[in-house]
Structure formats: structure tokens, C-alpha cells
Nanobody, 115 residues
Framework: QVQLVESGGGLVQAGGSLRLSCAASGSISSLNAMDWYRQAPGKQRELVARITSGGSTNYEDSVKGRFTISRDNAWNTVYLQMNSLKPEDTAVYYC?????????WGQGTQVTVSS
């Protein structure tokens, strides 16, 4: 079992910054890749950023150069630093991982960017 708890969302003006955190507990290990997804109203959930156990990262095209995913040395917290936020970044952001072929999601944290 894995538990994921996100925090750090909120309301910010366009051009501002937020840092999201995802605290993982349970059978998590440094071998798990960790992801951030987001879902805007009326849209499908989309992958925003991924970090592997080796620290390799990849990003959805619209956030490249603005968002940075990282994980701490204890491998139990993942961060998403979001800079130069735009109104189109408004969404619920979810932390995600896969363990033994099962998907685990956090409860989500709302990010709202005003113009």
C-alpha cells in the first residue's frame, strides 16, 4: 500500500509561483518513478512531469522551462516548483506512482491562476 498526500496549492496571480509537495508513505521506495498530473475542468487528466528513481525528468511541452520536478534524498517527498504561472495552468494537481502494477493517486490539490 502507498499513500500520497499533496499540499501547496492555492490562488496566485499570473506570473507568480507555487511549490507543490507530495508526501509518500507506505511501501514506497527510491525505485519508484513519481509523477505529477493535472486535470482542468472539462478536460482529461494529463501528465505534467515525471522523475525516475535515477533522477531523470521529463515534462509536458507547455510547462517546460517553467516547472521543475524534484525529490528529496529520503525519496519520500516529491516537489513541483511552478514558476511563471499562467491561467491555463489552473487545475487540480495530483501526485501519482505505480507499484506492483497498481496505480496510486493522491487526493489532489487545487491550483488557480488569475489573470
Amino acid at each position: 500500500q502507498v499513500q500520497l498526500v499533496e499540499s501547496g496549492g492555492g490562488l496566485v496571480q499570473a506570473g507568480g509561483s507555487l511549490r507543490l509537495s507530495c508526501a509518500a508513505s507506505g511501501s514506497i521506495s527510491s525505485l519508484n518513478a513519481m509523477d505529477w498530473y493535472r486535470q482542468a475542468p472539462g478536460k482529461q487528466r494529463e501528465l505534467v512531469a515525471r522523475i525516475t528513481s535515477g533522477g531523470s525528468t521529463n515534462y509536458e511541452d507547455s510547462v517546460k522551462g517553467r516547472f521543475t520536478i524534484s525529490r528529496d534524498n529520503a525519496w519520500n517527498t516529491v516537489y513541483l516548483q511552478m514558476n511563471s504561472l499562467k491561467p491555463e495552468d489552473t487545475a487540480v494537481y495530483y501526485c501519482h506512482t505505480i507499484l506492483y502494477f497498481m496505480n496510486y493517486w493522491g487526493q489532489g490539490t487545487q491550483v488557480t491562476v488569475s489573470s
